[in-house]
């Protein structure tokens, strides 16, 4: 069974061929596997763990590619559906000249969004090490309802609670929707990765302020990690605190480089958990992580640049 079940979406991003220009300039289009959850189940995979994906896909040949590129990088596809009705979702990402993004989405609904709490295959879920999930599920049902429901059945099961809410304001109805749906599931983490930009967003004060930061933070976490771009991370566990440096890189693009860090952590904690409370081991799985976040931005696209372990040594070690 897979140690680390990934829930959530999978999508299609068409990214420009050409950075820095807007969608209306763009000329052409590269086709993108993409979607936070699934990245991150590749990611894992990728770095020789191992990994599961459950979500929902249209019947069509943008689902059956996406399926089938899970089945190529090694993750477990026994719980990825196909939808008779609704089409695979898509994204149209633009590449703005620093590497950055913006998103407009095709999910009308989606099939992604229509996955039932009936069609859940919770024996993966229940033989989980790790159950990992971002916030886009929880914006329509019944998506949403399958997500709480798989979550308790993790928790029940005793397996640990990864949460990455990966914000996209673009799909929520309101920023105040957005904050209120993805703080909703907020104490049921056991880890969270947030960014700074999401810390800003959720706490609307300043992300690099102990203040915004420790309101974020609850007591019975084993660990909250900020990712702070190129410059690293921070880390807060309840007796632990501190920042790991992140690595100098030229970014093209900085799609999946948040779910490379997560799938890299993850890895590391199925591992040994040991790292929520040695902080010498958890330094060493976060220096990991940011060497793996930042070598995901150097290529287009978030799963063809998802690095392996020896990549992320390499680049450790110089």
């Known amino acids: 069974m897979a140690s680390i079940v990934c829930f959530g979406e999978m999508l299609i991003d068409f990214v420009p061929d050409t950075a820095g220009v807007s969608l209306a300039e763009s000329q052409g289009f590269l086709k993108a596997p ?27 040949e943008f689902g059956y590619m996406l399926a089938d590129i899970l089945k ?74 399958a997500h709480m429901a798989a979550m308790k059945t993790a928790k029940q099961a005793g397996v640990l609670l990864s949460y990455d809410p990966n914000v996209r304001l673009p799909l929520w109805p309101s920023p105040e929707a957005a904050r209120h749906g993805i703080m909703s599931i907020w104490n049921e983490a056991d880890f969270i990765k947030v960014s700074d930009d999401e810390v800003a967003f959720l706490t609307q004060k300043d992300a690099d302020s102990e203040e915004a930061v420790k309101s974020l933070w609850r007591d019975h976490f084993k660990l909250m990690v900020v990712t702070d771009g190129e410059k690293g991370c921070r880390y807060y566990t309840k007796n632990l605190k501190g920042k790991v440096g992140g690595f100098s890189v030229k970014a093209v693009d900085t799609t999946g480089a948040g779910d490379s860090f997560v799938g890299s952590i993850l890895c590391s904690i199925a591992k040994d958990n040991s790292i929520f409370t040695e902080e010498g081991k958890l330094q060493e799985a976060l220096k990991l992580a940011n060497a793996c976040g930042a070598i995901c931005t ?9 690095p392996s372990i020896s990549d992320a040594q390499a680049l450790m070690s110089k």
């Open 298 to 306: 150097t290529k287009k696209g978030a799963i063809p640049a998802l």
């Open 34 to 60: 993409g979607g936070a959850p699934a990245n991150v189940a590749c990611a894992i995979t990728k770095l020789g763990g191992s990994s599961a994906f459950i979500g929902k896909v249209g019947k069509d």
């Open 72 to 145: 190529k990088n090694g993750v477990n596809a026994d719980g990825v559906l196909f939808d008779e009705h609704a089409r695979t979702a898509l994204a149209f990402v633009t590449l703005k000249k620093n590497g950055e993004r913006e998103f407009m989405f095709y999910r009308n609904p989606s099939a992604d969004m229509l996955l039932k709490e009936s069609e859940l295959n919770m024996d993966l879920i229940k033989n989980a090490k790790i159950f990992h999930y971002g916030s886009i599920s929880l914006i329509t049902e019944p998506c949403r309802s």
